[in-house]
């Protein structure tokens, strides 16, 4: 349950897109097994032999039009979303704008595939051609459903490419309004599948011989799994993993901006993000002035009902989620953190709201590296905050994690922004902002954050193969 006067979705363990019922509120999702994943790949392929011969052109119109049905639609699909995960309106729409850029981006991008001309000895030439994959699995997380399902399959159907995707169990309805609004734009039957379930739904379209490539958001020990047997076939393999994101404070930046960027970097989507930046360290000359600041802001933070405009922060996405996070608090205060704010479960005034699951944003002080919510991924509004030193000293603590999904730095030294994120080992770094990420920036992670990218012009050799041809214009010069 996302907050307790919306849908209720009761999980029966794997689902599938055509048996959805909605009685007195609440939906069932049948199973979806081998049967159902083999009928959705194969409407892809169908599909994929149409879809790949149409000029770039041709495929941008119909791209286009989706995005224009999204604007349309965008309020129906953001209160969805909010039913879907919980979010809070305000963020659910510019999610959907997001997906709609995205959407729109890559339909330009369709127009400008191309190869290139080489010239060879003797009047021969060789060029190449960029070629579609096939068949591509996406396979979506739960806090970002609807804009995740974009992010995944502009740039494969770009590329001429098909796709069957699979949500979050946890989140399954927007995916499904996505393949909805593509079948309205006049795309081909079968060209956006979705399938519903969850590890073995995952497994069986992984091991599909008919696919011919996965693209993961989720966790590291998942998305671990979904290399091993993408390698069984030796499919190409894009994953968008976890983080442990640090955001560097220096004493000569703006307070002001430094606080806003830190509450941007822990609090969206009830904290739920994978590149949020929750190891926030701060010069210590500049702590007090900013824990003072950072407490104030984080305390006004409007939490309740998401489909008010006046929210800024609505449930988290499951029971279990909740408790796991709030186990994190109490871990913390057992190694000695100080909670200076939040940290408990929150109950809404408003009765039908009572059973959410909610709880208030946290500041965590007194935070040293080796403490658990300074290690671990945490997933949930928890900010750690820690204090440094020196450049030198933040930028070895800021890099001794396996992750490096993102980072951030905050100062007024031009010269010093670029240096420290030269060092910073993390794929997508912000200076004097954070957690923004526009459709044209490629967005992914260094180490065991991820491989590949999402977004801007790079990603569309992810989703495509080069295939190199020799044309010999004179006689064969042999050997025998």
Not at 380 to 390: A, K, N, Q, R
């Amino acid at each position: 349950v996302n907050f307790a006067h919306m849908l209720f979705f009761r999980h029966t363990g794997l689902y599938m897109l055509t048996h959805i019922y909605c009685v007195n509120e609440v939906t069932l999702l049948e199973p979806c097994g081998a049967v159902e994943v083999n009928q959705a790949v194969e409407a892809a392929k169908s599909a994929f032999g149409h879809w790949s011969k149409l000029s770039g052109m041709e495929r941008a119109r119909i791209m286009i039009e989706a995005a224009h049905i999204i604007e349309s639609r965008r309020e129906e699909i953001a209160e969805m979303e909010v039913v879907n995960n919980g979010k809070s309106i305000t963020e659910a729409r510019l999610d959907v704008d997001s997906a709609r850029l995205c959407i729109e981006y890559y339909a330009g991008m369709a127009c400008t595939l191309a190869g290139q001309h080489v010239q060879l000895p003797g009047g021969s030439f060789a060029y190449t051609r960029r070629e579609p994959l096939g068949v591509c699995v996406g396979i979506g997380a739960w806090n970002y459903p609807f804009q995740i399902a974009a992010w995944k399959s502009a740039p494969a159907l770009a590329c001429g490419n098909s796709m069957v995707f699979k949500p979050s169990p946890v989140t399954p309805v927007t995916a499904v309004l996505l393949a909805e609004l593509y079948t309205q734009a006049g795309a081909p039957e079968g060209l956006f599948n979705v399938v519903q379930g969850s590890q073995e739904t995952g497994s069986l379209l992984c091991h599909h011989p008919d696919v011919a490539k996965v693209s993961f958001t989720g966790s590291v020990p998942t998305g671990k799994k979904i290399m091993e047997m993408a390698s069984k076939g030796v499919k190409p393999v894009t994953l968008e993993l976890g983080g442990k994101s640090p955001l560097l404070i220096f004493k000569d930046c703006d307070v002001e901006n430094a606080v806003k960027g830190a509450l941007m970097a822990n609090f969206l989507s009830q904290g739920q993000v994978c590149s949020n930046a929750t190891r926030v360290f701060v010069q210590r000359d500049i702590l007090p002035e900013f824990m003072e600041e950072v407490v104030r802001r984080t305390q006004a933070i409007e939490i309740g009902d998401p489909l008010l405009e006046s929210t800024r922060m609505g449930a988290l996405v499951s029971q279990p989620h909740l408790e796991r996070v709030l186990s994190f608090v109490d871990q913390a205060k057992k190694e000695g953190a100080t909670v200076l704010c939040g940290g408990e479960p929150f109950i809404p005034s408003d009765p039908k709201l009572r059973g959410g699951y909610y709880m208030t944003p946290c500041v965590l002080g007194n935070c040293t590296d080796e403490m658990t919510c300074v290690k671990e991924e945490i997933f949930g509004p928890v900010m750690s905050v820690l204090s440094f030193e020196s450049e030198e000293e933040v930028l070895r603590r800021a890099n001794d994690t396996s992750l490096g999904l993102a980072a951030g730095v905050f100062t007024s030294d031009v010269r010093r922004a670029h240096r420290v994120v030269e060092h910073l080992k993390a794929g997508s770094c912000f200076i004097n902002n954070y957690n923004i990420t526009p459709v044209e920036v490629p967005f992914g992670g260094f180490k065991m954050s991820g491989i590949g990218r999402e977004n801007g012009q790079v990603t569309i050799e992810y989703y495509s193969q080069l295939k190199t041809v020799f044309v010999e214009m004179g006689d064969v010069d042999s050997l025998f």
